[in-house]
Nanobody, 124 residues
Framework: QALLVESGGGLVQAGGSLKLSCAASGRTFSRYAMGWFRQAPGKEREFVGGIRWSDESTDYADSVKGRFTISSDNAKNTVYLQMNSLKPEDTGVYYC?????????????????WGQGTQVTVSS
């Protein structure tokens, strides 16, 4: 059974950094794209960025471009989200997800597997 487990969330001051991890197991994800999404209270889940295992190509939402970096470690079946220059508006539950579709998708319905999420809180 496919399993995605996020870790690394926490409380950080504005301007600080956090690095999230997403460990994948239970199936082969090498042909999948991995996405990071976040959901703030009362808001819809939104795309943050994604990466393809096959060529490590990435895509980012405009709101995080230049501050967040996604990387992967195929040997560890783990994807990372390095978040720098954090802002209070980055607060939310961060989820990783896997999509078997071509390219890096930005729509939640196109991701088949989801982690349980990890809370990120940025204080002002």
């Amino acid at each position: 059974q496919a399993l995605l487990v996020e870790s690394g969330g926490g409380l950080v001051q504005a301007g600080g950094s956090l690095k999230l991890s997403c460990a994948a197991s239970g199936r082969t994800f090498s042909r999948y794209a991995m996405g990071w999404f976040r959901q703030a209270p009362g808001k819809e889940r939104e795309f943050v960025g994604g990466i393809r295992w096959s060529d490590e190509s990435t895509d980012y939402a405009d709101s995080v471009k230049g501050r967040f970096t996604i990387s992967s470690d195929n040997a560890k079946n783990t994807v990372y989200l390095q978040m720098n220059s954090l802002k209070p508006e980055d607060t939310g539950v961060y989820y990783c997800a896997a999509s078997p579709l071509t390219g890096i998708r930005r729509v939640t319905s196109e991701y088949f597997y989801w982690g349980q999420g990890t809370q990120v809180t940025v204080s002002s």
